[in-house]
């Protein structure tokens, strides 16, 4: 399970050409190699959602190239690029975007959907899942009835469900208490466990300090202002 993502001179403007122009993310280069928990830190309006849209490849960057194992795919037709994106990346995103009016079940088994998979099997990995994560239980209730904690666990096991080799997670303790936010590190430390890399961001101390961080990446006004990795022996 490995997947090694590169930015290079990675830049993403939005409404160009207007006088409201600007760049979220202006001249990135990253490597984020296969395995590991990263953080990407900073204020509001830092370009850390954009950035984290840009290794999942759900946005194209304006200039310059992301690569995926050495591939440069930032110019793939979108078929082909929604493809690999579906067998490459989870995602966890800040509101979660379940389906309201749809079982806890269904909600996980969507992004399975496009890949063909026969519905039994899918079914019983999407169980599984939500057994591992403390939410069988609940596999047949409305996504509405949640609590927080079991809305963010839903979105877990969904972006699992392709068994991806990297996890984004955007602001994923944004809207959850301290013993919330401390389940989440233990179930992404398991996962970290497994051979994933997770790509997190976040502005929640309780994460850039947990001791399960590999590396920290701040962000301000698009580019890179530091980069932490933290000692193994500190881990």
Not at 177 to 195: C, K, M, N, P, T
Request: proline share 7%; charged share 25%; net charge positive.
């Amino acid at each position: 399970m490995t997947a090694q993502v590169e930015l290079a001179g990675v830049r993403k403007a939005f409404n160009e050409g207007q006088p409201n122009a600007f760049w979220a993310v202006d001249g990135i280069d990253l490597s984020l190699p296969s395995g590991g928990i990263t953080v990407v830190a900073g204020p509001s309006g830092s370009g850390k959602t954009t950035m984290l849209t840009l290794v999942g490849c759900l946005a194209r960057p304006t200039e310059g190239r992301v690569r995926l194992d050495g591939r440069d795919i930032s110019g793939l037709p979108e078929p082909f690029l929604a493809a690999l994106r579906r067998r490459t990346f989870g995602f966890v995103f800040q509101r979660f975007n379940l389906i309201r009016g749809l079982p806890v079940l269904d909600n996980v088994m969507l992004p399975a959907y496009p890949l063909g998979s026969p519905r039994g099997p899918l079914r019983r990995r999407a169980f599984e899942l939500l057994e591992r994560l403390g939410l069988a239980h609940r596999a047949e209730a409305r996504v509405e009835s949640l609590s927080g904690g079991e809305a963010q666990r839903t979105a877990i096991a969904r972006a699992l469900i392709n068994d991806p080799p990297v996890l984004i997670a955007d602001e994923p303790t944004a809207n959850l208490d301290s013993a919330l936010s401390s389940a989440f590190l233990e179930i992404v430390a398991g996962l970290r466990e497994e051979g994933r890399t997770l790509l997190l961001s976040s502005h929640d101390p309780l994460v850039r300090e947990a001791a399960v961080v590999d590396r920290v990446i701040e962000l301000r006004d698009g580019r890179v202002i530091a980069d932490r990795t933290r000692p193994a022996a500190t881990r």
